[in-house]
Each structure stands twice: as C-alpha cells, then as structure tokens.
C-alpha cells in the first residue's frame, strides 16, 4: 500500500495491567448547589520504577462537575455549530512533521491463516495526536476506529486529517485537558491490509491489536477509550468483547452502533430493503478493483457475505450459519468486559434503530457494568449538533416536536468528566443512568430503559379500539385494516417497546405485517408515534422459523415496536393500522393474505408511566440561530 514503507511496522504485545475497583452503585445527588471541585490531573510516568506526578495546580485546573438538573445554570456556548467544553485545559498539542500535528504507525497483529487474504501477516493503519506534557509524563488515549479515513466518499484525504465529524473536536477540546487521540482504520480500509472483513473476525481481531498498542506505549497511561457514530460506533462493541484478555479499554462511548450485523437489518424476520444488497455494496467497494494489492482480498467471507442478505431474506436469518453469530458482539461484550458504557442512541434513528440499545442499557446494568445512557429525539447523529438535527427533525412525530430541547450543548462537557473519571480516576462517578426525552422535547432520568416501574394500558381489537372497515392484509404494501381508540380523557405518558400480540390465519405458509401507531387530533391530523414489522414466519418471537397450517390454524404474531418515548395528549386518541409493509422494509417473500382476528387475545399493549413518579429535568437552552428560528 502506499506510504507504507515509510511508517514505523510495531508489533502488538499482550500485556496483563491490575484492574481499578469503582463503584457500581447507581447515583443521584440530590442537592441543587453548584459544585465546584479543584481537580488535579493525574498522571502516571515510568522512570525504572513507577512514579505518580501531580501537575496542573494553578487555576486554569478548577473543574466544573455539575448535576445534569443544574446545567441550565452554567455558562455554556450555545450559539455554535456544536457543544464546547466548560473548562480549557492547559496544554497545547505536540507539533509533529506534518501540519496537522499526527504521527502514523502500522501495528501489525497476527491473523489466523483461514481468515485469507493478507494473513498471518495484519496490518493496522493508525494516527496519533498528544498533548505537549512534560516529558516522561504519561496520558490516556481516546480513539475512533472505523472504515472512513482516506475515503474520498467522507472527504478525508488522509488518516493524518482529524475527521470533521468528531476527531477535530476532540482534539480541541479533549486533548488540551492531557489526552492523546487516535484515528484507526479497520482492516482492508485506508492503508489498513487485509479483506474488508464488515465487522468479522479479522476486523474485530485487528481493533483489539489496536487497542492494546495505544494501551502499551510508553507515553500511554495503560487507559483507552473508543468513541465513534455509526460504524465507527460498531467497533467499541467489538474491542470490548476481549476485555478478559487485557484492561486496557476502560469505557466505550458507541453512539448509534450496532450490537450485531444482523440486527441492523433484519427485525422478527423482516428485511430492510438494503438489507439483500448491503453486503454486495461493501464487498463490491473494497474488494477487487485490479491492483496489486488484490491477492489481500482473496478471503472467504468475500463468498459468503455477499449471498448472506438474500439468503436470510429468502430463507430466514439463521441460513446465514455462523457468519451472522460471528458478526454478534453484545453477548461477549456481557461476558468478558470489564469497563464502562456511555451509550448515545437517537430515538428516531432511521440508519441503526434504537431497538439496539433498547434494552441493552438494562442488560448492561444486569451484568454489573456501569453505564450511561442518552437517548433524544435525534436521527443517526451526535447530540449536540444544532444544523443536523433541525435538517433532520421532521415534523410528524420524526423527532421535529422535540427540536431545539434536543440539542445538548452539555454533551461535550459531558465527555470530558466521562473520560476524566474513566481515564483518570479525577472527580465524582457520573450518574449512572439514562437521560431518555419524550417525542415532545421532554426530558427525563431513568435508572433503566425500558423502566421496571410501569403500568401496562392493554386496549384490545374490537373493543377498546375499533375499525370501521375490514380485517384483511392484502399483500401490496398498501391494503389493511384501521382502528382507533376514543378521545383518552387524560394525558398517558408511554414509555419502552410497545406490543400488539394479535390473531391471525393465512391464506399460505407466510406473510408479513407491518403495524403504524399514530396520535390523532380531533380534527384527524396525526402523527407517528411508533411502528413494528413481523415476517410470519416469525410469529411466536425469536430466530427460528415456526410453521402453521394456513387458512385453519391461527396464529398470535407477538409483535414488538421499536423503543419509542411518547407524550399522548388528552383528548387525542390512538390509531392502530396494519399493512404488509411499510417504512423501508420489504416485502416478505413468503407473500400471503393475512385475516385479522379481533378480541381479547389481540390487543395493542403501551407500558405507562406517571410523570410526578419522575426526576424532569431542562438542559441548557439552545441559542443557535436554528433553534431561535424554530422557536419562533
């Protein structure tokens, strides 16, 4: 690959490091003070024997550590295209040779000669950016891995350019506070070697080798951090699957990222419509173009893969054998890390829906991981981005009722007390909880999400909620039943993943249903409050196909909704509507007929709250041009 004979090639060395205790109580403060904290930055260098070295007490190293119900009172910018840390830290970035201030590395890892293609001999690509401390004086790593450095479709030139995205920005206002940043390209991407692997196991081993290099330098403190949206908010999760073999990961902040390759694009057998093409796309885009590297992408996923996503379309998920287990991180990341999540997921994310990180905020809470979540009204994007998500919010129920009160210029505070406490073990534990925001800009704490402590509003077919017109689906994405409930005498406040277990029989082995839930006002405008989808087959839940006997035997499809946090108002009702597809799903390729079944065993189940029950809360109010305009 070019340039890489002019980089330094270090090899990747396993190396075992105590493990900090922290607590893993969750915690509010109760209090409304403003606390100021004089914060040390503390700091580890290694001279033969290890030494601990304090630095920074004059005042420029007076941390703000404030409660998320108090920020409203603090000063911070809210007029600029993204949120601003509070505090400015006291050291400028270490010049390099180039003027962007990185220094490129290959760290080469061993993979596994069925992996094909460049093995055993890996290659990962990476850039560094420090702080200008003291010399011997140690520092933690924050680092974004993904596939989009010296892409020219992300206009990134180079894996030495700070992506504009959120590399620049850390490394304006992290790394000042002594921390170093990193930029990784996975495996058969930039000037990284190898197959594009699509987050198998020659990516994952390569993001681990990584990792563990940051963790191994001599100017590293032994403490890492992975940030990153969307793919690069895939490939914490794959790092953190390895944490029984070093500590070097101590947090992970995945924003939007997938928990598996599957679940991004099938739900209860249901295929998205990129879904039988996406493989072909990513495969076809980094795989043989006619150059001499070619012989790196001989690898056999590069025959699998590409038959993977018609396959699970037209035989179910799990004909896809192991390449979709592979390609699943949540389960090992809940065996064998040993570090923290702060996980951001918008509600209205149309790229990676919510469904993966709900609920995994409570099966992370369940295996004694500490974790945070923040969770807005947002699509597939940071939250404290102003422009992106007015462009984005649409107005109907899409996340536009929530906008500006969605945009939290906190955030990049926010990450800085994170990684303080994480990397550095300075200041208060943060909150371990979940900031959640209704779909009417409303926000909230919860100590789990979806909460424990609701009461379930069942309204079944037929009685609570009734149809003027038929019960058929009719298998042309357009043809179904409608019901609607009465005018609700009073605001309900719903909260977690809906459900609407409903009978039905078929006219063949198949079929597919997709439900919309709308709030209607009394003059009949409404808006999308939530929807779920179920391929038939499907129909009793899990990944195994189920059979029936079509047109006598019924059915009960138990379907779930995607995560969705709604305020109902009074005097509105709820509409329920059924069809055989809908969003950007397919259709099914089992196509049929489905007949419908009203009474008590098909009802539309909402898990409710009360809102005095809650911990409210106002964050800092949004002074950007867009939301002044949007407030009117």
Known sequence: MIGMEEDPILEAVLVDRPTSVATREFNIVLGTTVALALVFLFISAVFGDAFIEYIGEDESDVGVRVPVWERNTMPYDVTGDFGIALESGPYDILPTENEWNSTHYFVEYELPITEGGAAPDGLISLAVWRPNVPEGVS????????????????????????????????????????????????????????????????????????????????????????IGKSYDGSTPWQAAMFGSEHDYLKTIVPISGLIGVKELM??????????????????????????????????PDYIAGPA????????????????????????????????????????????VDPHMAVPTMNMLIDAGIEAKGLFGQWDHDYPDRPVQLDDRSDLGGRGGEAFPEMVRYDWMQDLLEWFDYYLREIGEQPGQWIEIQSNQGSWRLEERYPPADVNVLSMALGSELTTSGGTTVLPDASTGPMWQSEPLNESIFIAGTPRLHVDVTTATLGGQLYALLEECSSAGDCIHIGHAIMDLRYHAGGDMVQTWVPVVETINAKMEFFPLDAEIEAGHY?????????????????????????????????????PEDRRYFTPPACGHERCIQAGG
């Open 139 to 226: 520092v933690p790593i924050i680092a974004e891995i993904g596939p989009y450095f010296q892409e020219v479709s992300v206009e990134t030139p180079s894996i030495e350019v700070p992506g504009s995205w959120l590399g620049q920005m850390i490394i304006d206002q992290i790394l000042p506070h002594g921390y170093a940043f990193a930029q990784i390209s996975v495996a058969g991407t930039g000037r990284s070697n190898h197959c594009m692997d699509l987050m198998g196991n020659a990516e994952q081993l390569g993001n681990d080798a990584a990792v563990r290099w940051l963790g191994e330098q001599t100017w590293s403190n032994g403490a890492v951090a992975l």
């Open 574 to 610: 709820l509409q329920l509507s059924l069809q055989s597809t809908g969003e950007d799903y397919l259709p099914a390729s089992t196509s049929s007929i489905v007949f419908i079944q009203e009474g008590a065993t098909s009802t539309l189940q909402l898990d409710t709250f009360v």
């Open 308 to 351: 993977t996503g018609v396959g699970a379309w037209a035989w179910g998920g799990e004909a896809a054998g192991s390449y979709w287990s592979e390609r699943f991180f949540l389960d090992r990341v809940l065996d064998n890390y040993q570090g923290s999540v702060y996980l951001i997921q918008g509600m209205h994310d149309w790229n």
């Open 266 to 299: 099938w739900r209860n057998g249901s295929s998205e419509a990129r879904a039988p093409i996406m493989h072909n796309g990513v495969y076809g885009s980094y795989g043989f173009d006619g150059d001499e590297e070619d012989y790196q992408n001989v690898c």
